[in-house]
Every structure is written in C-alpha cells, then in structure tokens.
T-cell receptor, first 114, second 113 residues
Framework: SAVISQKPSRDICQRGTSLTIQCQVDSQVTMMFWYRQQPGQSLTLIATANQGSEATYESGFVIDKFPISRPNLTFSTLTVSNMSPEDSSIYLC???????????FGQGTRLTVV | GENVEQHPSTLSVQEGDSAVIKCTYSDSASNYFPWYKQELGKGPQLIIDIRSNVGEKKDQRIAVTLNKTAKHFSLHITETQPEDSAVYFCAATVKAAGNKLTFGGGTRVLVKP
C-alpha cells in the first residue's frame, strides 16, 4: 500500500489569501488525485495530476482557482487561491486505483477560511 | 458518467449487532468497488474492496457482496464494536489507469455500547 503525507494537516486562513497544500507519496505513481470534502459531505474530485502535463479538472473546478503542480512522480501541490469561507473544506490527496493498486488517501488538510 | 447512491445516511446499532450499508451504481462497466472508513479528523481508509468477477469477499468481521445484475453492492459488519463508529463511503470505478472513483454520499455509523 502507498503511504501519503500531506502538509499542512490544518490551517486557518484569511479570506482573499492563498494556501498551497503539499502531497508526498512514498513510491512513484503515474497519477495523483485531489479531492475536496465539504463539511459533512462526500468526496468530490477536483482534478487529476499527471507528471509532465497539465492537470485535468472536473466540472466546476478551474485552474485559476485550484492550480496544481506535479514536478515529479512522488509529489504534487494544490493551491487554493483567493479563498472565501465557501472554500472551508478538507482537501485530500490520493493515488490509484489503477490496474495494479487500490486507491489510498492522505490524512487530509482541514482548511478554515475566516 | 457513474452515479453511486448509498443508504442509509445514518445508522445506529447496538454493540454486537450487525450493520448493513447498501450502494447502487449506474455504470454497468464499473468493475471495482472499494469501501472506505473515515474517522473524525482522518483521511478515508480502505477497509475492503471487491471486483466484479467475485460475488462476495470477507475479511474477519467485514464482508462485501456484489450483485452485478442489479448493480448494487453492500457492506456487512458483524459483531459491531464502538470502534466501528465512523463514516463509511462506498465507491465505484472501472479499475484501470486514469479512471476515477465515484463516491456514494456516506453513511454515519454509530455503535452504542
């Protein structure tokens, strides 16, 4: 199984600012995924991050708001830009599933925007 | 795209009783169905999964059943314990590179001692 580390684990941010969340995986993976989990809700996929190419965003999510970097096969970042209170959520990084592995998640970043 | 519905949204059981959570999916091509447990302040943890070529899978007190014809799958927890209290999510996908998980809405399980 993959071990996924996310930083920070939580943060309280002022509206209008940006926060960058880091995700480190203990093995090389082709695809990494970023999810949002709003309070009391299920997980919603934000985007898929491939190394060496632009991230692919799901409907309702745009690159200007959630820029993603994927500099190598073990690391990715998600930035939440120009934050508003509606961005208060848990943001989760995951890997898989693919033909060989299951899907594993980091512990999440709990973001509160005030 | 895939749509996954999960019931019930909340479930309260007495310690020692069984808990059952049911999910239905829409895409007949889906072939991989994981279940996740999420405790407060933590990320989802994979607890069991099943592939479409298997009808049932068991791991100690946890089992999952799949009915491909009806497009539904269920999680069964026997002899529930207080530490089973958490939110449980089902998901579905076609298990191949580039395919994304679609999650159900979640079930909050409370095991009363």
């Amino acid at each position: 199984s993959a071990v996924i580390s996310q930083k920070p684990s939580r943060d309280i941010c002022q509206r209008g600012t940006s926060l960058t969340i880091q995700c480190q995986v203990d093995s090389q993976v082709t695809m990494m995924f970023w999810y949002r989990q709003q309070p009391g809700q299920s997980l919603t996929l934000i985007a898929t991050a491939n190394q060496g190419s632009e991230a692919t965003y799901e409907s309702g999510f745009v690159i200007d708001k959630f820029p993603i970097s994927r500099p190598n096969l073990t690391f990715s970042t998600l930035t939440v830009s120009n934050m508003s209170p509606e961005d208060s959520s848990i943001y989760l990084c995951s890997v898989g599933p693919d033909s060989y592995t299951e899907a594993f998640f980091g512990q999440g970043t709990r973001l509160t925007v005030v | 795209g895939e749509n996954v519905e999960q019931h019930p949204s909340t479930l309260s059981v007495q310690e020692g009783d069984s808990a059952v959570i049911k999910c239905t999916y829409s895409d007949s091509a889906s072939n991989y169905f994981p279940w996740y447990k999420q405790e407060l302040g933590k990320g989802p943890q994979l607890i069991i999964d099943i592939r479409s070529n298997v009808g049932e899978k068991k791991d100690q007190r946890i089992a999952v059943t799949l009915n491909k014809t009806a497009k539904h799958f269920s999680l069964h927890i026997t002899e529930t314990q207080p530490e089973d209290s958490a939110v449980y999510f089902c998901a579905a996908t076609v298990k191949a590179a580039g395919n994304k998980l679609t999650f159900g809405g979640g079930t909050r399980v409370l095991v009363k001692p």
